[in-house]
């Protein structure tokens, strides 16, 4: 028999209905003859209403308080795997739920954010063996000392994923309220598509640059283990898009596949910096050192052998980074410090760029004749990133949209 790892998100487990809908489709899937591990999230908006509980209570993050938040997470994904359990011995499939440390999901001890460093499988061979669903929490894991752990926020993919790797799995198929990746966000372009097939490498660049139908860190163990991955539907009966290895794609990619945006994005410079080594690690370790992460950067040297050096970070993380980065310019006497929390980060992915020229320079010159002025650039082999004001966020993804055809069906 094939094994299928399916994972249902917080909107496919909204409601007790919708719990009853999900039991339905394993059933079907049984009947086809394969065996079934199910990881599921909370409850529709049940973390954002634990997350509100947690800020009700007003206690300044510390090392010990994300420990507690993650004991309190951890309690939404609970709720769901025994309803899921018991909804399907409802319809005469056996079932048995497991939480994070009954599965023994290890983790490393970074609450609220762990990564996962091996699992042990024992419990849900079993439970397959004996002819059961085994229904996971997805986003939840133990240390080697018992904590509790959190995984991040859309970590149920990673756990999916993760389980599907180990167990092997001939597919992980993750269930959501879309039928597929899309060529860009629908709400922003009318004319976005569906896709049927996407790489690994392509699927990485968009989660990581804005589209949120997967989570980057589980499209990263995807292609690391070579899990396929489908993303479908929980509410209707199309294929969805298939991610896999080129190999398993079609051999003619399209030029670009997608395009990602996000309006998470803020913009800080120090200007008048001495041109020395060193200098970058100088201005970058303090803000990393304070679990901020940088994205693109750019430095320009003047003729007087001073330099502007400006980078993004994520929007909440800005009042934090500036704080930090007018510290340093002090010790480092830079002339001056500015930041921008109004800017948008636009990329075009596609592992077809790799063969055709002048996609940048179409992409440029097509931002040109909308009057977007580009303030930031960054390239790949397969993704050109750009950083303009957040105001032209949604003409630019239009007009892109329109300019590579990927309205147009392949």
Not at 5 to 33: D, L, P
Not at 296 to 318: E, K, L, P, W, Y
Not at 361 to 377: C, G, P, R, W
Request: net charge negative; proline share 2%; charged share 25%.
């Amino acid at each position: 028999m094939s094994l299928y790892v399916q994972k249902y998100g917080g909107t496919s487990v909204a409601t007790t209905q919708h719990i009853a809908n999900v039991a339905r489709r394993i059933e079907r899937t049984r009947a086809e003859g394969h065996d079934v591990v199910v990881v599921v999230s909370a409850m529709g908006k049940e973390t954002d209403r634990l997350m509100g509980l947690f800020g009700e209570v007003n206690v300044p993050t510390s090392p010990d308080v994300r420990r507690e938040m993650d004991v309190l997470l951890s309690t939404g994904e609970q709720v769901t795997i025994s309803l899921l359990a018991m909804t399907l011995m409802k319809i005469g499939i056996p079932s048995q739920s497991f939480l994070g440390n009954q599965v023994q999901i290890l983790t490393d001890d970074q609450h609220t954010k762990a990564r996962i460093e091996a699992i042990d499988t024992s419990a849900i061979q079993e439970g397959l063996a004996a002819g059961k669903v085994v229904v996971v929490a997805g986003f939840q894991g133990v240390t080697q000392d018992g904590e509790i752990t959190t995984l991040g926020r859309g970590g149920s993919d990673t756990t999916a994923v993760a389980l599907a790797a180990v167990l092997k799995a001939d597919e992980c198929q993750i269930y959501t309220d879309v039928e597929g990746v899309f060529t860009t966000d629908p709400r922003v372009v009318e004319g976005a598509r569906c896709l049927k097939e996407i790489t690994f490498e392509e699927m990485l660049e968009l989660a990581s640059l804005g589209s949120r139908v997967l989570h980057a860190r589980a499209v990263e163990f995807a292609s690391k283990y070579q899990v396929p991955l489908r993303v479908l539907s929980s509410f209707d009966e199309s294929d969805g898009t298939l991610i896999a290895g080129e190999d398993k794609t079609s051999m003619e990619q399209p030029v670009i596949s997608g395009i990602a945006f996000t309006r998470d994005e803020a913009k800080l410079t120090v200007r008048g910096v001495r041109d020395v080594p060193g200098i970058a690690s100088t201005i970058l370790v303090p803000i990393s050192n304070a679990s901020i992460e940088v994205d693109m950067i750019v430095q320009n040297v003047s003729a007087d052998h001073s330099t502007d050096f400006t980078f993004t970070v994520a929007r909440g993380d800005f009042e934090e980074a500036l704080s930090i980065l007018e510290e340093v310019a002090s010790e480092i006497g830079a002339n001056e410090v500015s930041g921008d929390n109004k800017i948008a980060k636009l990329s075009i992915v596609g592992v077809g760029m790799r063969s055709h020229a002048g996609v940048a320079s179409k992409m440029f010159q097509v931002l040109a004749d909308e009057s977007i002025n580009i303030q930031m650039i960054s390239t790949s082999e397969i993704k050109i990133s750009v950083v303009f004001e957040e105001k032209y966020l949604e003409l630019a993804a239009r007009a892109l949209h329109a300019a590579f055809e990927l309205n147009e069906a392949v």
